[in-house]
């Protein structure tokens, strides 16, 4: 086996899935191929960092932290839902009492009676009140 | 209590049911985001970030697919948001690297396979030149390869994680692999 087709095979050897007479050819060629030795040791190296990786342990703590984040948003979300309550409250109040005031002018107008409809006696239509005399001068006296 | 029941409970209120999901996928969300990240600390903070974002959207789940396949999905792009993100920062980064303020990772020692200073060294570099050569990929093919290669996925899963089909992810990973290949072989002159 020369070196392009060992390299060719390398992968499916190195997971094993060649045929065992090929497996036997690839074996004897990395026994004498120096260079097709160092690819296939790259590749083992690989391997070991992947499973070096794999095999880390995770926090601990990891789960306790998750519930910890969720409860915060959750908490922020209402606090930031309050605090627009509680900055919209001023504003609130004013509009409700302009329109308290509104209603009360509107309700007011309601129970006036809309005009005058007894009629004014003729006699007292009459009257010129210009030349009736004042009462201050009547009290002067 | 089947999954179903727990995001409906949920859904109905009872945010503590959540707690269950997070205890049985915990390790399938932090072995993708470490398969971006590469450091431990990172892909803490990135698998609660990722259950934080499921849990805002848990109304948005349908359950035509697996709710696993679902996390993944956010899972994955979290990862990418959260790789593209540290890519802007790389000016930041090399600047405190020459302060020596570079964040060192402990994970790295424990493949070393004896205790010498300088196989550590040494072993550290090669690891940093194999993560260095996975995240030089494009990001489909780096997709499919951490989900094959971190979580063992079958190509059937990592179809309908990625949403393309089985013959794509194949052929993305074949590629994926022939461009790792390319890119350790290429540097040799410091290989193991």
Redesign the interface.
Known sequence: MNCQLCQKN??AYHEGRLSPDIRNQVESHLKTCDSCK??Y??????D???E???N?D??PF??T???A???S??TAGHESESGFIRMLRPVLIAASMAAAVFLGVLAGNLSRPAGNTAEIPVELALINDAVLESVDVLSIE | MNESEIIRDILDGDREKFRLLVEKYQPLVFRTCIGFVHDKDDADDLTQEVFIQAYQSLSRFRSDSAFSTWLYRIAVNASLNSVRRSSKNFIIQRFNSLFGSEKTNDIHVSLADSDNPEDILVRKEHISWVQKALDSLPENQRTAIILSKYDDLSQKEIAAIMNISEGAVESLLQRAKRNLRGKLSAGRGKNP
Do not use: K, P
Not at chain 1, 41 to 46: G, I, K, M, P, T
């Open positions: 390398l992968d160092q690819i040791n790259v590749l083992l190296l690989a070991r960092v992947v070096m990786e794999r880390t995770t926090d990891l789960v932290r998750v519930m984040g969720i409860a948003l959750e």
